[in-house]
């Protein structure tokens, strides 16, 4: 009898650990997640109470207040749809996404030393406040940048590469923020509208970090990185481009017979041929890990041809899809594809933001993030975001190595009309096949090539070459950027 009921103690024990353990993980490691989760509905009660935190740039413009009539609270976003996909929107009915949503416990001074001064002023019956939050953007340079895009699809990602601060981010077609809750015509609501309009134009896609493409030629940047790091004789390459390549069958052909080019020629001329032997040359291992090193996900099917996507975890301020390479083994036509961009691969415009950035940084990727700053209404600082380094794929002999390539490109290459006066741009074009139509434009780079402040990555959806669409937009960017530091 004692035995039965020393059983029956020691399984509620266990049963009240095991119970405490999860309330615990739920409290403590999930807690934040969960109350922060658009979808949570004390959110909204948390809204009733609290006059949001404004959102400023860098510079202290506002992006988003509440603007209080009577007992009427609306959030107001001056730059409309310039900087819908960045800020996001807050709505009691569709929830709340962008930076509104990121940053949401901070807007609402919900995080733990705001709890206790909420408490506080309800028992003194005092207007509750979140904190204020500064933004890394910069919202002139967010503006003419989405100047730019307009009647396009397309997307820009501009980031300080030194700290992984996001100065840019601009995804179109865009929305207009304001009107998400307001009812606009047969009792939709503007938010309905663009439900409406997803299948055709995709609106609410922030194409900037989850829209994934083809990457075209701005790849052979990762591919050349690969063989660099595996031998140094890949420095002093020489090959000669006939015109076309063959492979097993396929025949790669080239715009143009460049003759005997070596990787700052191959580079700028954006010879396919030199890249694809390269490829092969190094092989598909090295071409992967390549990839890989840059934070490039995989994608491989089981026996039953269940796609299975492995992804690095990436905690960053702003999601983003990293792209993926096919992790099954690849034939050699594939690897010979895939080492000029083309093949299965996918990446998205902040993935190659980040590539450019590498280079530009000495090998190192940082962190990227769109948070200077939290401050209170008293102006204490609640938080700070500091620099912080995300991955180093090559050695800074190699980015040194790579910039001198993109510098060519720029100077009398493929990149020519990214080319600014007076300053050195390094960077690099690309035109990725799309099968449902004209090829997609890309130009990602960074200035100034010696001491470089802004790293750049644009692509123009069906604009054709990424010289004669992507460049020009890349090239007034960075042209306002620079301008706006020397102010």
Known sequence: MNDNLKKLGYFFIALFSIISLYLGYINVILGPELATDSHNRRLAAAEDAVIRGAIYDIKGRILAQDQVSGEVKTRVYPLGRDGAHLIGFVSQRYGRTGAESTFDQYLLGIDQAGKIKSMLDRFLGRQQYGYDVILTVDSEL????????????????????QNGDILALVSSPSFEPNLIDTVIGAGKTGYDQLIEQEKESAPLLNRAARGIYPPGSIFKIITQAGALELDSK????????????????????????????????AMAVSCNTYFASLGLEIGEEKLKSSAGSFGFGFIEYDMQGVKIEKFPVIDAEVAYNPGTIPANTLSMAEIAS?????????????????VASAVANG???????ILSKVISQNGLIIKKRLPEKLYTPFSEQTSRILSRAMVETVNAGTGTTAALSGVQVAGKTGSAQNPGGQTHAW?????????????????????????????PVARKIISRYLDSIKE
Not at 338 to 354: D, E, F, V, Y
Not at 363 to 369: A, D, R
Not at 446 to 451: E, I, L, V, Y
């Open 443 to 471: 130009f990602i780079g960074f200035a100034p090539a010696d001491k470089p402040s802004i790293a750049i990555a644009v692509i123009l959806e069906n604009a054709g070459g990424g010289s004669t669409a992507a460049g």
């Open 142 to 161: 967010q503006s003419e940048a989405a100047g730019l895009l307009k009647g396009k699809r397309g997307a820009v990602v501009a980031l300080n590469p």
């Open 363 to 369: 090998g190192v990727v940082m962190k990227p993030g």
């Open 338 to 354: 895939s080492a000029i961009g083309q093949g299965r691969l996918l990446t998205s415009p902040m993935q190659m933001a980040l």
């Open 234 to 265: 890949y420095i002093d390459r020489i090959y000669d481009c006939k015109g076309s390549i063959e492979v097993d069958g396929f025949i790669l052909k080239e715009s143009a017979a460049h003759g005997k080019v070596d990787l700052n020629r």
